[in-house]
Structures are given as C-alpha cells and as structure tokens.
C-alpha cells in the first residue's frame, strides 16, 4: 500500500524526527484495548501514500527549488482531509504524524474523511506576494498531475502559514486545470465567503474548545472527582495564544460565563483575579504590540509559561506544542486542561497531569472543530446551495401560523422581539454553529464513555484513539480487501 514517488531525481534529506513515531506509539498503547487484528491495526497506523516533491519558481533573477510534501494516510474513507503547512520547519515525519493525527480526529468527530497533511518548506515571511502565488499554483499543479487533489480525491486546508488567500489561488488552479469539473470548489476548504466558503470557519476551531470544555465541566460526576462544581459559569479560565485559537476560545468561553483570568502571549502573561475583557486585551495587543501594559491587568508575567501556573480551574494552550512538559506539569494549578492547539502537553506532563487529579481534554477531539466545519463547507459546496437557502421562508411561515394560532387559543399577544425570535429561519451560521455544537457535544460523550467504562483506560486521549481505532477498523474490514 505505501506509495512513494519522487517528483524529479533529486534526493531529499528529511531531518531526523520521531512526531510520527510518537503518534504511533499512542495508537500502540491504545490499541491494546482493542480486539483488532495485528494485520489490520497495521493498515490503519500506516500512511498509505506519502508524495514528496521539488519544484522551481523564479526569485529574483534565478530560480529557487522548493521542497514540499502532501500525505495521505488514509483512504478508508474518502476523500482525504488536511491543512498545507507553510513552514521552514517543516518536514516528511512531521507531515505524517500530522496526516495520521488528522485520520483519527476525522473518526473522533465522525466527519467522514480520511486523513491527509501538506507540507511546503518555506518562511512566508521571505517570499513577495506574486511569489507565494506562484509557489502555491505551482504546489497544487504538482497534487493535480499526481491525482492527490480533488473533491473526491483528497481536499487541502490552510494550517500554519497559510489562510483563505492561499485556499483561493488553491481554488482557482484547481479550477483552471479541471474546466467545467462541476464541483471543482469542493477541492478545497477555508476559502473566503464569497469564494464559496462557508459562515462561521474562521472562528470554528476556537467555538469547538469552548463547547469541549463547557461540556466537559458540566458532567457533575466528572468534575466531583476533580474537586470542581459542575457548570461553566464562573469557571476560572486562563488561555495561551491570542492567535485563531486561543482569542476565539477565550471569546466564546467568557461568553458561556467563565472569567478569563489570564491570557498569555510570546511576548508574556497577564493576569486579573476578577477576570479581563478578551475583546479589551486582544484591541489593546493590535495597538500596541503586546498584551503586556494592558491597563486591566493586576499582574503580569514577562514569561509566556508563568502565566500557565497562574490560579484557575482551566487552562486552554492555543498557541503552539510542548507547552506542558515534565519540567513544569507539576506547577499547573488548572484542573482541567483543554488542549486547543496541537500537542501543547507532552506525554511524561500528561501522566504527571493526570497523578495531581487532573483532566486533559485531547486536541485530536478538543480542536476539531476547524475540520467539522470544513465538512460543512464541501458539504455546500457539492450541493450548491448555501445552508439555509431553501428552508428558511418555509419556516419562518410555519413558525408564524404557530405563533398565530398560540396567541389566538391563549389571547397572549407576544412583543415584536419575542416574535421575531420565534419566527425567524436559521442563517448558514446559525445552522454551522448548531451542527459544530452538535458535533462536539456527541463526540463528547462517546470519547467519556470510553473512559468511564473501561477502568484500564486511563487519559481522555487513550479513549478518543481506541474509539477512533474501532470506527476506522470496522470501514476497513466492511471495504475488504481487492484483489
Ligand atoms: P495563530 O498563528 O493564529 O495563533 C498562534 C498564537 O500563539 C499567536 O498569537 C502567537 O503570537 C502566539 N504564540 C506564539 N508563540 C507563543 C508562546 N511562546 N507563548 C504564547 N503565545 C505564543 O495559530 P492558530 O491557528 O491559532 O493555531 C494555534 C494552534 O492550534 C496550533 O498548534 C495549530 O496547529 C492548532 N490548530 C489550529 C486550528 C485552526 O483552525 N486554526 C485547528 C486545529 C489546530
């Protein structure tokens, strides 16, 4: 099943790196509480198809070659799903790891895709605006001419480095080399609105770690064995990163009645006891530079890492991995840690985490509400029709002969606003945001049950992967095999 092909002769050098040996040793671990076949749990570990290439685009008065990647690591469904990275960092382990890690978030939240990653090895920040569109066309030429793109094939994402603006040169070359292919803007998601995007993408994954966490504290049982009161409400909240994540989290979090009492950037960490306006500090940040001098604040840190010791009962990393390590788990006061950004708490962390009485919510569930609602955007994309389109007139006309004939039996007459709450037909958002929380909330639920029903299981994360290992291992025993 491993496919390996190499764009030109060139050979080339990926860095010594174990993320994806790490992603495996979880699915290992997990997979012992599971009853699958050795055979088949090494299918579903692998990456089926792992695509490195190099090609020119024109600097200056040369050429530059650029080395880049695309994964697949599973077709058990399709088509496959994932980001395109722009980073120097990055490299062919890391776009494994990153693709299988995409496999079992697709499984967790039920969104059915296999798991793919991208890879493109370049520092935006040194590149002109013409010569990222270049670098991009040209990266998903080079998917078109080796089928690894398509709306039933494999569908790119932005991810670190790269945004809506890439998603549409994507889009459009996409597009160009497939004329009159009917779904051709299915293959792609997080494109802008009005490149047939979808509402409510942008600040997906950020609504998702607030409906994760919210739903996490309002077990009553869960949080007893931790010492906390159940109820979002009043729950003391510090977030890392004021980035995509970790302002939308802290965001919607404080709008569920949390007080975010410390927010922590690069630059340092500040704090206020009875709690800081999210909207206040992240206005004061786009002025100034840095969330530090922020007038609100009653103490502030000039490291990132102080402000996660800081007193809370929740702590949301939103910026970047190994945040949480063995060095400092032990001074984390926040009884449950949601882990809005990819791999912000390592594995000895996590044990020491979990000893001291806490609780993690994983990122391969606690984050994936970006990839939900790139669902919903193929999903509208294939369809044609934006969400709501055609429902929402009928409805609000339903509603109103209700409403209607409720005042007419009752002689209660509502005010105009009681009405026209009532009434109104669900917009797209509305109807992307219901099926996120939807989404989050049951995934949830079977990631617990999972946890609370097998006393050997010992971590949220351990939980999430035997349920994603089951789902992915019954889509591959009903395929079979061929020939
Ligand atoms: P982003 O670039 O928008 O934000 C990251 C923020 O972290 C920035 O504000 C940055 O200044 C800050 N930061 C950098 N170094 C820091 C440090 N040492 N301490 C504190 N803050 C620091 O990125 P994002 O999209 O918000 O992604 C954050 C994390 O979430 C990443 O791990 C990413 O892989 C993960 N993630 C993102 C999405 C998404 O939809 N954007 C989806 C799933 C996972």
Redesign the pocket.
């Known amino acids: 099943m491993e496919l390996q092909i190499t764009a030109n002769n060139k050979s080339i050098v990926s860095e010594e790196t174990h993320f994806f040996g790490d992603v495996c040793k979880n699915f290992d671990y997990a997979a012992q509480f599971t009853k699958h076949d050795a055979g088949l749990l090494d299918q579903i570990k692998s990456c089926n198809s792992v695509y490195r290439f190099r090609f020119p685009i024109r600097k200056g008065n040369g050429f530059e070659v650029i080395d880049a990647w695309r994964v697949e690591h599973s077709q058990h469904q399709s088509p496959t799903k994932g980001g395109i990275r722009y980073s120097e960092m990055v490299n062919e382990d890391e776009v494994m790891a990153l693709a299988a890690l995409m496999t079992y978030k697709c499984a967790i939240v039920n969104v059915p895709f296999g798991g793919a990653k991208g890879g493109i090895k370049i520092n935006p920040k040194n590149y002109t605006v013409q010569e990222l569109e270049n670098i991009t066309r040209r990266y998903t030429v080079e998917l078109i001419k080796k089928n690894f793109i398509g709306p039933s094939i494999d569908v790119p994402a932005p991810?670190?480095g790269s945004g809506e603006r890439e998603m549409s040169w994507i889009a459009d070359t996409y597009a160009t080399m497939n004329p009159g292919q009917l779904d051709s803007m299915g293959a792609v998601t997080g494109k802008p609105i009005a490149l047939h995007g979808i509402a409510g993408r942008r600040e997906?994954?950020g609504r998702g770690v607030a409906f994760a966490v919210r739903e996490c504290v309002n077990v009553a049982e869960d949080m007893k064995k931790i010492g906390l009161t159940p109820g979002i409400a009043g729950k003391r909240v510090i977030v890392?990163?004021?980035?995509?994540?970790?302002y939308h989290s802290a965001k919607f979090l404080q709008e569920y009645g949390a007080i975010i009492v410390g927010l922590?950037?690069?630059e340092g960490a500040i704090y206020n006891a009875d709690g800081l306006d999210v909207e206040a500090v992240f206005q004061h940040r786009k002025t100034t530079g840095s969330i530090l001098g922020y007038a609100g604040a009653k103490q502030e840190f000039k490291h990132?890492l102080e402000g996660l010791e800081q007193d809370c009962d929740i702590l949301v990393p939103?910026?970047?991995?190994n945040q949480i390590t063995a060095a400092n788990a032990k001074k984390i006061k926040a009884k449950v840690i949601a882990e809005?950004?990819?791999g912000p708490v390592s594995p000895e962390a996590e044990a020491i985490i979990y000893q001291n009485g806490g609780i993690i919510i994983p990122d391969m569930y606690c984050?994936a509400g970006?990839v939900t609602v790139s669902y919903f955007e193929w999903l509208k994309n294939l369809s044609h029709v934006a969400f709501g389109r055609m429902n929402r007139r009928f409805e609000e006309t339903a509603n109103t002969n209700l409403v209607n004939m409720v005042e007419g039996i009752t002689g209660v007459a509502l005010t105009p606003l009681q009405r026209s709450t009532i009434v109104k037909g669900a917009s797209e958002l509305e109807l992307v945001n219901s099926g996120l929380e939807d989404t989050m909330i049951r995934s949830y639920h079977e990631i617990r049950e999972t946890y609370v029903h097998n006393e050997k299981i010992d971590t949220l994360r351990t939980a999430a992967f035997v349920g994603a290992i089951n789902k992915i291992a019954v889509s591959y025993q009903n395929l079979g095999v061929w020939p």
Do not use: I, K, M, R
């Open positions: 991810d670190y997906a994954t890392q990163g004021l980035g995509n994540v970790g922590c950037e690069f990132s939103a910026a970047l991995e809005g950004a990819n984050n970006g």
